[in-house]
């Protein structure tokens, strides 16, 4: 299977929202349950964000803000972003639920800043 590729950053100002798009085989998205990650400079990579059938799951910082959901179709993973702050500037990644090493792609930046 290809590598995940996550896109969608960007610059945005603080309160702002963003929609990051992942995009992989049909099989892995449809098969795995599938998680957002993200790493900040400096910092380990944490999860974000998870779908695994019908339920959702979420970081405690980003809960309330942050939305996941999968399109099967159209082989994408979506995380829409609203009420950004600084400290969500990282590069963000998508993978399976329980990540697997061949599938982590090069992420997609997000800065949030003035």
């Known amino acids: 299977e290809v590598q995940l590729q996550a896109s969608g950053g960007g610059l945005v100002q603080p309160g702002g929202s963003l929609r990051l798009s992942c995009v992989g085989s049909?099989?892995?998205?449809?098969?795995?349950?599938v998680a957002w990650f993200r790493q900040a400079p400096g910092k380990e990579r944490e999860g974000v964000s998870c779908?695994?059938?019908?339920?959702?799951y979420y970081l405690d910082s980003v809960k309330g803000r942050f939305t996941i959901s999968r399109d099967i179709a159209k082989n994408t993973i979506y995380l829409q972003m609203n009420s950004l702050r600084p400290d969500d500037t990282a590069v963000y990644y998508c993978?399976?639920?329980?990540?697997?090493?061949?599938?982590w792609g090069q992420g997609t930046q997000v800065t949030v800043s003035s």
């Open positions: 993978n399976t639920w329980r990540p697997l090493d061949n599938l």
């Open positions: 049909r099989a892995t998205l449809n098969y795995y349950g």
């Open positions: 779908i695994y059938g019908g339920s959702t």
